[in-house]
T-cell receptor, first 118, second 117 residues
Framework: ELKVEQNPLFLSMQEGKNYTIYCNYS?????LYWYRQDPGKSLESLFV?????AVKQEGRLMASLDTKARLSTLHITAAVHDLSATYFC??????????????????FGSGTQLTVLP | DAGVIQSPRHEVTEMGQEVTLRCKPI?????LFWYRQTMMRGLELLIY????????DSGMPEDRFSAKMPNASFSTLKIQPSEPRDSAVYFC???????????????FGDGTRLSIL
């Protein structure tokens, strides 16, 4: 069974500081997603990482993927209050095996609740 | 461009009643997913469809839950009879699965906040 573990689960940080959220997973996958969820809202796709060594950046967020280590990171640079949200990583696996009518599904981590303090 | 549309946004009902949640995926998407989110269990995949066919329903908690996708633009998740422990936010998501089997990012609806009293 695929396990996806994020840490930390809760993170309070001061504005202007840097920090990294980690996402470890237990099985082979070369596709990983990061999502953001604001309180009471839906999930918004942030990044799609498609291969080993992939790095994507958007504003103050940068995501990377190391498929050999089964690790993805979401790095926050010079945090601002607007980044306060819950961040989820999700690993894309093939289940059941490929064939007619098959599809891939996501397994989500528990989420990291980020609070950026003024 | 309309996203994934879910209805109702909120539902409050008494234990034992039937609950039906609805989802309209993004036009052109061929994969549809139902998730449940709670504080205790996080985000759980309940069932997913590919080309309107249920592929894996192993996440459905028990026989009280059922899901259908009669056509490419509509899906329902039904709970009958409902119980207080079913209270959660239920999300529907859709994506496009490429010919190599890989999915584009899933787009989520706004969710249905369900409260069973």
């Amino acid at each position: 069974e695929l396990k996806v573990e994020q840490n930390p689960l809760f993170l309070s940080m001061q504005e202007g500081k840097n920090y990294t959220i980690y996402c470890n997973y237990s099985t082979t996958s070369d596709r990983l997603y990061w999502y953001r969820q604001d309180p009471g809202k839906s999930l918004e796709s942030l990044f799609v990482l498609l291969s080993n060594g992939a790095v994507k950046q958007e504003g103050r967020l940068m995501a990377s993927l190391d498929t050999k280590a089964r690790l993805s990171t979401l790095h926050i640079t010079a945090a601002v209050h607007d980044l306060s949200a819950t961040y989820f990583c999700a690993v894309d696996i093939e289940a059941p095996p490929a064939g007619v009518g098959s599809a891939r599904q996501l397994t989500f981590g528990s989420g990291t609740q980020l609070t950026v303090l003024p | 461009d309309a996203g994934v549309i879910q209805s109702p946004r909120h539902e409050v009902t008494e234990m034992g009643q039937e609950v039906t949640l609805r989802c309209k995926p993004i036009s052109g998407h061929n994969s549809l997913f139902w998730y449940r989110q709670t504080m205790m269990r996080g985000l759980e995949l309940l069932i997913y469809f590919n080309n309107n066919v249920p592929i894996d329903d192993s996440g459905m908690p028990e026989d009280r839950f059922s899901a259908k996708m009669p056509n490419a633009s509509f899906s329902t998740l039904k709970i009958q009879p409902s119980e207080p422990r079913d209270s959660a936010v239920y999300f529907c998501a859709s994506s496009f699965q490429l010919s190599d089997g890989l999915n584009q990012p899933q787009h989520f609806g706004d969710g249905t906040r369900l409260s069973i009293l």
